[in-house]
């Protein structure tokens, strides 16, 4: 049994590869600044605080101890600075060992003396904690340490989510530039194989060169393939309409010359077979030209088999929900079913009574309509189920033991893709082959 693989679309393919690829970028650069920015930051918070004590070492050393406590209360209520009296019992908790503290405690060393005491915490007090000597005397001055520290994260967050909401637009849209012509490439493929050559032209005009070479040559490859299928189907039309001309005159010759009744009956009979072949040769070659509609398909039945009710060889069963509605054309509906109402009864036939019995249902399902024909003839080998819809294909069982052109399931395959639906063939369970056409519902309001 063959694993299903997920599969994904071009467009979401390219999408993730390039946001992979330019979200990493980000990463890799917010890292890389970051690393680059953590020495020089730290040198000059380093600088700003060795100012700050020789400043505040500079203003005690020129006061009187009466003016020193005014100085320092306004140190504190202005500038968030306090100097206190250096004990030797204080309780000291050094700064962390990171990178910034590392580098911020050799400035202060480097500047203020290699005695220089850094900490984060005094006698339980947080901060950033600087000792330093004023004439014998010590002194800490304390600060806030969030003056001196990094961005916060949440900063970092906000540029890194907006470097990546960034990333991922220009990933989408980088995804769809690409996508887009093979998309419109792909449309237009669909198109020819619809038949619509008409609409399945591309930009020749598109500023990429390759691009614009891929359409100019699309283009010129559908204009070719127009021209073949117009030319086809004109050859076919012309010989079917010059073979009438004659078939028309042996018929005459042949009941007014021929004296036997029963070879004059074969005659008929193999000029009547030659005119059905013709006629299936024009319905292949008949442009196409549909317009979709709403239409009960109950209707639509009953007009097909008007002209079959009389046929001895034919048991029609009908088995139909009420009041279905079928977005279709209604002459060439008409035309998929007789099709197949008669390809059931030319094959389908039962071997003890000659009667070909066929059953035709017709059911809601989801937004679709689905068709039934059913035969109880000897059925199809399983592997040549999917050559019944190619043209002029005849398989070799008891199903084709009549002479016939093998177009008329092509023909009911064309026609059911020019009105967007599906064919499906199949043997049925208790024998005979059973066609399953699905078409568009028509919603009535």
Same mark, same amino acid.
């Given at each position: 049994?063959?694993?299903? /693989? =997920?599969?994904?679309?071009?467009?979401?393919?390219?999408?993730?590869?390039?946001?992979?690829?330019?979200?990493?970028?980000?990463?890799?650069?917010?890292?890389?600044?970051?690393?680059?920015?953590?020495?020089?930051?730290?040198? #000059?918070?380093?600088?700003?605080?060795?100012?700050?004590?020789? &400043?505040?070492?500079?203003?005690?050393?020129?006061?009187?101890?009466?003016?020193?406590?005014s100085l320092f209360k306004t140190m504190k209520d202005q500038e968030h600075v306090v100097i206190v009296p250096r004990e030797p019992n204080d309780v000291i908790e050094p700064l962390n060992n990171d990178e910034l503290n590392h580098h911020m405690a050799k400035e202060l060393k480097n500047r203020l003396g290699h005695d220089t005491l850094v900490a984060e915490r005094v006698n339980g007090v947080p901060g950033l904690w600087i000792g330093f000597d004023i004439n014998k005397d010590h002194f800490w001055l304390q600060t806030d340490r969030s003056r001196f520290d990094q961005p916060e994260a949440k900063t970092w967050l906000v540029w890194l989510t907006t470097a990546a909401a960034l990333s991922l637009l220009g990933a989408a849209w980088m995804a769809r530039l690409i996508n887009r012509p093979l998309n419109d490439l792909s449309i237009a493929?669909?198109?020819?194989?619809?038949?619509?050559? #008409?609409?399945?032209?591309l930009d020749e005009s598109a500023s990429t060169n390759e691009i614009r070479t891929v359409n100019i040559g699309f283009n010129r490859m559908t204009q070719k393939l127009a021209r073949i299928e117009e030319e086809r189907a004109v050859m076919l039309a012309g010989i079917s309409h010059d073979l009438r001309t004659p078939l028309a005159r042996l018929r005459l010759e042949a009941e007014l010359s021929v004296s036997d009744a029963t070879a004059r *009956?074969?005659?008929?009979?193999?000029?009547? #077979?030659?005119?059905?072949?013709?006629? /299936?040769?024009?319905?292949?070659?008949?442009?196409?030209?549909?317009?979709?509609? =709403?239409? =009960?398909?109950?209707?639509?039945? *009953?007009?097909?088999?008007?002209?079959?009710?009389?046929?001895?060889?034919?048991?029609? /069963?009908?088995?139909l929900e009420p009041k279905l509605m079928v977005q279709a054309d209604a002459v060439e509906l008409q035309r998929v079913i007789t099709n197949l109402i008669e390809n059931a009864a030319r094959y389908g036939r039962s071997s003890d009574t000659g009667i070909a019995r066929v059953e035709i249902s017709a059911h809601k399902l989801d937004n679709s309509i689905l068709l039934c024909l059913r035969d109880h003839g000897p059925g199809v080998p399983e592997d040549q189920l999917k050559q019944l819809t190619t043209p002029f294909f005849r398989g070799e069982t008891a199903r084709t033991?009549?002479?016939?052109?093998?177009?008329? &399931?092509?023909?009911?395959? /064309?026609i059911i893709s020019r009105m967007g639906g599906t064919l499906e063939l199949s043997n049925a369970s208790g024998g005979g082959l059973c066609a399953s056409i699905r078409l568009q519902r028509a919603h009535i309001s």
């Open positions: 049994m063959t694993r299903y /693989k =997920p599969r994904l679309s071009l467009f979401w393919r390219t999408f993730v590869l390039l946001a992979l690829m330019l979200l990493g970028s980000v990463l890799a650069w917010t890292e890389t600044l970051h690393e680059l920015e953590a020495e020089p930051r730290a040198m #000059q918070t380093g600088r700003q605080i060795a100012s700050m004590v020789n &400043l505040s070492r500079a203003a005690v050393m020129h006061t009187d101890s009466i003016t020193q406590v493929a669909r198109r020819v194989r619809e038949g619509d050559f #008409q609409a399945s032209q *009956e074969h005659m008929a009979n193999d000029i009547a #077979q030659l005119d059905a072949i013709i006629n /299936k040769f024009l319905d292949y070659a008949r442009p196409d030209q549909i317009e979709l509609s =709403p239409l =009960p398909i109950s209707q639509v039945i *009953e007009q097909s088999m008007a002209a079959l009710r009389n046929r001895p060889e034919l048991d029609i /069963k009908l088995s033991a009549a002479n016939g052109t093998g177009l008329g &399931l092509a023909i009911v395959q /064309k």
